[in-house]
Structures are given as C-alpha cells and as structure tokens.
C-alpha cells in the first residue's frame, strides 16, 4: 500500500531509495539473506515507483544484503564491546541499521544533507538516543555533536565513491585525528564500475547511476593508511553466506585473481589512542 510521502530527490540523495528497495527486495524473501522489516515498512508507505525505476533484479538484492550485513556486523561488535558508544553514520540516507542491530544503549548520530535529512525525519522519527543532523559530511562540524567520552564508531556506506577524491583523503584524515581510539568503516566501488558510472553505461530501463568520482580497488586498501598517521591499521570485510549460485562463486570472488582484486569492498580503519 502506497502512503502519502512522495519524495523528490537530486540523483545522489536518490541513491537511499534505491537502496532501500534493495533491501526490501531481499527481506520480503522467506531465505532472506537480510532481515529488514523496517525496510520493507518504508516501501510500503512511500508513493514511488520502485519497481520502474529501479528494476527488481534479485542478483542486486542479494549483493546489496551482503554490503550491507559487512556493516551490520561491524557495527554489531563495536556495540559488543563498547555497549554505551556511539555510532555516527555519514550519508545515512534511509538506511535502517538502527533497527537491526541496536543493542538499546547505544547513542546514534545520522549526518547527511539537508533534503535527506528532511525525509529521513520524517519516514523515520528519532528515538530519545538518536540525533539526525543536517549537514555535509565532509565538513567536520558534525564532528563536535559527538561526546568524546564515548567510543566512536564510524560508518561511510555507499557516501565516499560520490565525492572527489582529495574530499575522500581529507574525510578519512579527519576522522582519524579528530576521533582517537576510533574506527571508520567505508565501502569502495572498483575502478570499472566507477567508470562505467561517469561514462553513462552503469543503467537500466528506468534508472541511470550517478558519477562515481572515487573508487579503490581491493588491492589498493593499504593506501588508505597513508591518508594520516592517525591510523594504525586497515582491515578487510567480507561477506559471508549467499544463495544459489552466488554463494558457490563468493569464496573465488574473495580469493582468485583478477576477481579478488577488483571488487567491491568493505574496509576498516582503526586509528590511534590518545597518547
């Protein structure tokens, strides 16, 4: 059923309801390999043609649940071992990790631009540990809304490959000597997909990709190190789990060359204690 909210968005902003139909997409199914009631509540109640624009491809689905179970987990741990921190989430969109994996401790601060912030408010009202702020995330003013007393865990999903690429640097270098003990976790497209996004060719029937101004591939993580000294280590994450054919070709993906070196990814960077 269709609710009265129908959004308007500029084509990045956009990039959340595509998105969220994927993940709703994927959680309507009975081997969903992503549970996201909330998700599928959204699609139900927004009047938007989800299905003409954005196509139902259960292969997109089913990528994007592993995407985004790479950061559900991450930050499931965090909450593990920090169960008072604090998770900021930049260029939230509509995501609804909140209300997968909150552990009803936790503080959660969304940062994203005006308009997105606008409809997130409004889809979905914060909770009395929630703050959604409305700004740009690569300004760092956002950075002062977070109590430093806490840990602090920060999350980048699907934000960082829509900025240019020195914005990208001065981002995680920021994060890194403003946030001490602290942790980012980004995703990163691979370079091909980034170009066929900003020649025009990344599109279907209904709906085109935005530019992608920055990607990485696998084998380039290690780079990331040298955005500051701050940071002290780079991890990968992969998905795990699958379905059909998918899960037999994820281990290659993973691990066989050239597959392994350009795909997407999933990255942490821990930075340095206070001295």
Same mark, same amino acid.
Request: net charge neutral; aromatic share 6%.
């Given at each position: 059923?269709?609710?009265?909210?129908?959004?308007?968005?500029?084509?990045?902003?956009?990039?959340?309801?595509?998105?969220?139909?994927?993940?709703?997409?994927?959680?309507?199914?009975?081997?969903?390999?992503?549970?996201?009631?909330?998700?599928?509540?959204?699609?139900?109640?927004?009047?938007?043609?989800?299905?003409?624009?954005?196509?139902?491809?259960?292969?997109?689905?089913?990528?994007?649940?592993?995407?985004?179970?790479?950061?559900?987990?991450?930050?499931?741990?965090?909450?593990?071992?920090?169960?008072?921190?604090?998770?900021?989430?930049?260029?939230?969109?509509?995501?609804?990790?909140?209300?997968?994996?909150?552990?009803?401790?936790?503080?959660?601060?969304?940062?994203? &631009?005006?308009? *997105?912030?606008? @409809?997130?408010?409004? $889809?979905? /009202? =914060?909770?009395? +540990?929630?703050?959604?702020? %409305?700004?740009?995330?690569?300004?760092?003013?956002?950075?002062?809304?977070?109590?430093?007393?806490?840990?602090? &865990?920060?999350? *980048?999903?699907? @934000?960082?490959?829509? $900025?240019? /690429? =020195?914005?990208? +640097?001065?981002?995680?270098? %920021?994060?890194?000597?403003?946030?001490?003990?602290?942790?980012?976790?980004?995703?990163?497209?691979?370079?091909?997909?980034?170009?066929?996004?900003?020649?025009?060719?990344?599109?279907? /029937?209904?709906?085109?990709?935005?530019?992608?101004?920055?990607?990485?591939?696998?084998?380039?993580?290690?780079?990331?190190?040298?955005?500051?000294?701050?940071?002290?280590?780079?991890?990968?994450?992969?998905?795990?789990?699958?379905?059909? /054919?998918?899960?037999?070709?994820?281990?290659?993906?993973?691990?066989?060359?050239?597959?392994?070196?350009?795909?997407?990814?999933?990255?942490?960077?821990?930075?340095?204690?206070?001295?």
């Amino acid at each position: 059923m269709s609710g009265p909210e129908r959004p308007e968005l500029a084509a990045v902003p956009e990039t959340a309801l595509w998105t969220l139909w994927q993940r709703a997409v994927e959680a309507r199914r009975s081997d969903a390999l992503l549970h996201d009631p909330k998700a599928v509540e959204l699609v139900d109640r927004i009047d938007f043609p989800f299905a003409e624009r954005f196509g139902t491809s259960g292969l997109q689905s089913r990528l994007q649940a592993l995407r985004v179970g790479c950061f559900d987990r991450e930050v499931a741990d965090f909450l593990a071992r920090e169960p008072r921190g604090t998770v900021v989430c930049l260029g939230e969109g509509l995501e609804t990790q909140y209300w997968r994996v909150d552990n009803g401790r936790a503080q959660w601060l969304s940062v994203d &631009l005006p308009e *997105a912030t606008e @409809l997130r408010e409004r $889809l979905l /009202p =914060p909770g009395p +540990r929630q703050r959604y702020l %409305a700004a740009d995330a690569t300004d760092l003013t956002w950075a002062e809304a977070v109590d430093r007393d806490r840990a602090v &865990l920060i999350t *980048a999903q699907g @934000l960082l490959m829509y $900025l240019p /690429p =020195p914005r990208v +640097r001065e981002l995680v270098a %920021a994060c890194a000597e403003r946030f001490p003990g602290g942790s980012l976790v980004l995703d990163a497209v691979p370079r091909w997909f980034a170009g066929l996004t900003r020649s025009g060719k990344m599109r279907t /029937p209904g709906y085109q990709a935005p530019p992608m101004p920055w990607a990485m591939d696998a084998r380039e993580r290690e780079k990331l190190r040298t955005a500051s000294p701050a940071i002290t280590a780079v991890r990968d994450v992969r998905p795990t789990g699958g379905r059909g /054919p998918l899960a037999a070709l994820l281990p290659l993906t993973l691990t066989v060359p050239p597959l392994s070196t350009h795909r997407p990814t999933v990255t942490v960077l821990d930075f340095a204690a206070r001295p």
